[in-house]
Structure formats: structure tokens, C-alpha cells
């Protein structure tokens, strides 16, 4: 990265958190802004209908670029969070009653988590949890065992891939279970998008998030995927713009989808720039993505495995992790760690990672994390090890 930090080049290496953008991306963003600004929707002038055009097809973009049915099942929203505090409030409203259980993992993030503790604390629902192993993956038999005898369970919600632990979920065999029940599944998948291929019609999920941020695209925007048949019984979320069919002070009837869930101005410049984001991946393509993520991340695994005292969390040996690894160093705190690695330039993470029940499962506050994109390179890795020994020498 040409980018320097106190004097030293900067190895960023907190992509789980946000990625860096392409610069298609950001022109894209100032382009739209100097040339096509406009209000989507509502205009009938050349500008509204070129800026509405460009939104629209955007969301064509996301339909096809995780292979939905529909482009109507594609509603924009400001990113993975509110996407889940969407479904959770409208899917509580029409679905649940007092006594109703929802299903979530012990390694979800908390977006994944306290809205359903939200909507759960307003319904009188209950929060049911899906262990994990000590490998770091779910555990199935547990999971089948808990849907064989949860007789109320609403709904199954689970992340595609653990941002602390890197685990990928085997959310298809998830969600075939869920349906044998009769349950719909929400898939997290807020760090599965950026890495591999992601196909709604293969998994066969109900609700799918994530945020496009943490796939080169803009802060601000992300999407919430749901089935047709479910999104059309679900009311809306909030109110105003172009959510309404008509209105008077009487009663007021709401649009079709996926307006109905748009309330207000949409961020028509974020949703063109990650329709931007999309293609950008699409034409380097997942296969090579893949490949080189898989590299860096076991040649990080390999790298780090020399280091004395370190204990890697999850990616057990043979596992199905991805570009995500977490990790202590006994004897240095984690945030030591991390706020030595940036004085040399290294951009890692430290903390909970917003996943403190993961934490809790895990025996400790806090790891250091490193998380790797497209743009990584080997070079980068050398320089993470280099300057893990060099702090580990001063304490
Ligand atoms: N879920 C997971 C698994 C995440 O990693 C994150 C971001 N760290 C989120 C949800 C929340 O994403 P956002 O902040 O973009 O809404």
C-alpha cells in the first residue's frame, strides 16, 4: 500500500471491520455526484430519471450477484445491522407471539443478537443459543437436537462466517434442517460476501444480510435479502417516501416491494457505488479472490504457529476457515499488542470484535485479530510476524 503511517508503510490487515476501496468505486461516488445528482423516483426531469435508473439497476446488480430469484427481494438499507433490526422487528411483529422462540449462535456478532433481544423483551419471546464446539465450529448435533425440541421455534439465525474465528458455517445443511421443521432461516453474511461466492438459490435461505463496506464498496449502504413470499407478508419497518401507495390522514396503503421496506431519500449515490464494488469483484472473480485469500490465511496460520505462547482461536487443523484469525499471545495484553503493531504500521484489531458471548465461550475479553482482502499480500504477512516478535521481545 503506497499509504505510510509514522513514517512506515501501512499494512492494513482490518478488513473483517471495512475494507479499503478501489478507486472504480469512489469515482464512481464523485461522478454520480457531480454529473447525475438527483432525487430517485420522484422526478419526471432528465437528472431524476438517470439517478433512478442508476439506483435500479443496482439493485439488479446485487440480485444477480447473489443470484436471487427477483430484484424486488433486494432491499437496501444502511448496511448488515440494520438490515437484521429490520427483520427483526417486522418478522416479530407479524410472526411472533409471547412464548415464540428464536435460534441464535454463540459465535453471532452483535448485530445478530441484540435485535432479536429487542424485539424479544417486547413479545415476551425467548432467545434460545446454539453452542459451538471447542474447535470453534457450531455444533450441528447440538443444533439439530434444539430444533427437534424447540415446539415454538420462530426462526433460525446464524452467521455465514464467524468474523472473530473465521469459521465458514455450513448454513446450507442449516437452513435444509430449519425447513424440515418448518423454520426460516436469517444467514449473517456480512464476512462470507467479500470472500467466496454467494447464491441464494443454492443455500435456499430466507433472509440473507450484509453490508457493503466490507466488500469495497461504500460505508452507509447494504442489503437485506428475503424471499418473496416471506418479505410480501412482513409490514413495514418505517414510514414516509417511497414506502406509500397512497395516503390520507384515514388511512394509508403501502407500496410493493421492495419500496414498501424504503422509507425516505434511499443512499442512491451508495447503492450505485456498491453496484460499482460488485462488478469490480465479479471481474477479478471469486475464484482468484478465493485462491489468494486461502494463501495468505495458511501461510498467516503457518507464520503465527512459530510464534511462542500464541493461542489461535478456531481454524482447527483440516477446518473450513477464511480470511479471518484471532489470537492471544500469553503474557501481552491483546490491546499491548495491537497498539505496538501500529506504531508500526500494522492495522490489526483488538477487543471483543462485537461479539462478547464468543468471548465469554472462549475464556477471555478480548483477541487480536487479523483480517485479510483481495489486496493483501505475502509481504504483508512477513511483515505481521516480524513485528509480533519484535513486540514480544520487549515484554
Ligand atoms: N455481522 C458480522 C458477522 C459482522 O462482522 C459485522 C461487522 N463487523 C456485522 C454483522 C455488522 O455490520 P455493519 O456494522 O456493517 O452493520
Known amino acids: 500500500m503506497a499509504r505510510t503511517v509514522y513514517d512506515k508503510p501501512l499494512v492494513y490487515l482490518d478488513n473483517a471491520a471495512t475494507t479499503q476501496k478501489p478507486r472504480c468505486v469512489v469515482e464512481a461516488m464523485v461522478d454520480e455526484y ?33 443470484n436471487a430469484e427477483n430484484s424486488s427481494e433486494i432491499l437496501f438499507t444502511r448496511g448488515t445491522t440494520e438490515s437484521i433490526n429490520l427483520l427483526a422487528y417486522c418478522f416479530g411483529e407479524a410472526f411472533m407471539e409471547a412464548g415464540d422462540e428464536i435460534l441464535v449462535s454463540e459465535m453471532e456478532h452483535h448485530s445478530d443478537i441484540v435485535p432479536w433481544q429487542l424485539i424479544a423483551e417486547r413479545k415476551g419471546l425467548k ?48 437452513v435444509e434442517s430449519a425447513h424440515r421443521h418448518g423454520v426460516p432461516v436469517l444467514v449473517d453474511g456480512a464476512q462470507s460476501t467479500p470472500h467466496f461466492k ?42 414516509g417516501g417511497e414506502m406509500i401507495k397512497r395516503v390520507s390522514f384515514e388511512k394509508t396503503t403501502f407500496n410493493d416491494l421492495p419500496y414498501k421496506f424504503e422509507a425516505g431519500t434511499p443512499d442512491y449515490i451508495g447503492t450505485h457505488a456498491l453496484a460499482t464494488a460488485l462488478d469490480y469483484v465479479s471481474a477479478i472473480g471469486f475464484d482468484t479472490i478465493k485462491a489468494h485469500e486461502l494463501m495468505l490465511t495458511d501461510y498467516a496460520l503457518q507464520q503465527l504457529r512459530t510464534i511462542d505462547n500464541i493461542q489461535i482461536y478456531g481454524h482447527p487443523e483440516g477446518g473450513n476457515g477464511d480470511a479471518v484469525i484471532s489470537f492471544n499471545i500469553k503474557g501481552i495484553h491483546h490491546l499491548d499488542l495491537g497498539t505496538l503493531l501500529d506504531r508500526l504500521g500494522i492495522a490489526i484489531r483488538t477487543g471483543h470484535h462485537c461479539a462478547e458471548p464468543l468471548m465469554h465461550r472462549l475464556g477471555t475479553e478480548g483477541t487480536v485479530r487479523v483480517s485479510f482482502a483481495l489486496y493483501n499480500t505475502k509481504e504483508e504477512v512477513d511483515s505481521l510476524i516480524a513485528g509480533i516478535r519484535r513486540v514480544a521481545k520487549m515484554f
Request: with cysteine; glycine share 8%.
Open 127 to 174: 432467545i434460545k443459543v446454539i453452542p459451538i464446539t471447542d474447535n470453534g465450529e457450531i455444533d450441528i448435533k447440538a443444533y439439530n437436537k434444539l430444533l427437534d425440541e424447540s415446539e415454538r421455534l420462530k426462526i433460525v439465525c446464524v452467521t455465514h462466517v464467524s468474523n472473530v474465528l473465521g469459521t465458514v458455517n455450513p448454513v446450507k445443511t442449516m
Open 198 to 239: 454467494v447464491d441464494m438459490q443454492e443455500l435456499d435461505c430466507d433472509f440473507f444480510a450484509f453490508s457493503g463496506h466490507k466488500i469495497y464498496g461504500p460505508t452507509g449502504v447494504g442489503v437485506l435479502y428475503g424471499k418473496e413470499r416471506w418479505l410480501d407478508k412482513l409490514p413495514p419497518y418505517q414510514g
Open 34 to 66: 457531480y454529473n447525475v445528482n438527483a432525487n430517485v423516483h420522484r422526478g419526471v426531469h432528465f437528472l431524476s430519471q438517470k439517478a433512478t435508473d442508476l439506483h435500479e439497476a443496482s439493485r439488479e446488480t446485487v440480485k444477480q450477484f447473489i
